[in-house]
Structures are given as structure tokens and as C-alpha cells.
């Protein structure tokens, strides 16, 4: 088995020295994905905003793996303020609907960039 990195341009490169995605075997680990424009680098405006983004990098880095957000057994979502965790979830609804993942949902102090919002995820083919 050989590990490979994932990469789409429509989603964000990674922000440090690590891959967005590596495909080990039929698992996928997708690092935390920010609210990050893939075509300007910069966050979206909100949490709301950066939800949404997030969520659509997330499914750029399944779809370069030929993978689907029903592949994903498990994310992980980091949020700023746990005040905002119902309106991540009307957001996060709208991704996950037929299988839903497993689901850790942690507020931190800081996020990269002063995101508000990030999700990571592993997903498995078969």
C-alpha cells in the first residue's frame, strides 16, 4: 500500500508543511478544512460563510479522491464559539443527509487564520 496525497484546485492548499489529503489504501484523512476561498486564499465572511466553504473544500479533496460525502465515516468539527453549533449543524445538514458520520464537534481558543470554523474528516471507499 502506498500512501498519496490529494490535492484539487477547488480547494485551498494546505496553510503549513502537511498534505490536504492522503489517500492511505481505501481510507482518506482530509486535513482541517477553513472557510478558505480556494481562488483568493482568504477566509468568508462569518461562521456561517466559512461552514458553508469549509464544507465545499471538504467535498473538492472526496470528489479528487473519487469519493462522495457518503464515503466520510467520521469528521471533526472546531469552532470558535460553541454558540454558533446550531447553526453549523442547519449547515452541516445540507452535506450529510442519507449517511450521517460519526461526529466530534470541539470549541477551541484559535484557529488558523482566526477561523471561526474548520472540519477534517476520514472517509473510506468500498
Known amino acids: 500500500m502506498s500512501n498519496q496525497s490529494i490535492t484539487s484546485p477547488d480547494a485551498p492548499k ?3 508543511p502537511y498534505s490536504a489529503a492522503v489517500l492511505a489504501g481505501n481510507t482518506l484523512f482530509v486535513s482541517g478544512q477553513l472557510g ?22 471538504l467535498g473538492a479533496l472526496l470528489k479528487a479522491a473519487d469519493m462522495g460525502y457518503e464515503n466520510v465515516v467520521k469528521t471533526t468539527i472546531f469552532i470558535q464559539d460553541m454558540n ?3 447553526k453549523i ?4 445538514g445540507n452535506y450529510f443527509k442519507d449517511f450521517l458520520p460519526a461526529r466530534s464537534c470541539v470549541e477551541i481558543g484559535k484557529l488558523p487564520m482566526n477561523g471561526l ?5 476520514v472517509a473510506v471507499k468500498g
Do not use: S
Open 89 to 92: 449543524n442547519a449547515i452541516y
Open 36 to 57: 478558505l476561498d480556494p481562488k483568493t486564499g482568504k477566509l468568508q465572511d462569518g461562521v456561517e460563510a466559512q461552514a458553508e466553504q469549509g464544507l465545499k473544500n
Open 14 to 16: 494546505a496553510v503549513g
Open 84 to 86: 454558533d453549533f446550531a
Open 117 to 121: 470554523f474548520e472540519v477534517e474528516a
